[in-house]
């Protein structure tokens, strides 16, 4: 590896961890999360799916709702939130 390359990405991690370090600050991660939505449209941070029962009375979950007459809930995530 050439000594360019190795200086690069020295400092690509020096930066990553600053930013790490900058995020971990509840200050700045209350402003960034404030924030969030001038850069990423409600859209980018929600999504909504379809859930019905098939036929066979299984779930089934979807982002483009069922066929017409089949009984359904729509169901929003913030991509913000941490499903488990």
């Known amino acids: ?13 020096i930066l990553a961890g600053a930013g790490i370090g900058l995020y971990q600050k509840p200050a700045v991660r209350a ?9 990423l449209p409600h859209s980018a941070t929600h999504t909504t799916f379809y ?8 779930w089934q979950l979807s982002d483009s709702p069922p066929p017409q007459g089949i009984a ?7 991509d913000k939130t941490n499903l488990l």
Do not use: P, Q
Not at 31 to 39: A, G, I, N, S
């Open 1 to 13: 590896m050439s000594t360019t390359k190795k200086v690069l990405l020295i400092g690509l991690a």
């Open 72 to 78: 359904f809930e729509t169901v929003e995530v913030n």
């Open 31 to 39: 402003y960034l999360e404030r924030h969030t939505d001038r850069v």
């Open 51 to 58: 859930k019905w029962r098939d036929n066979k009375g299984h």
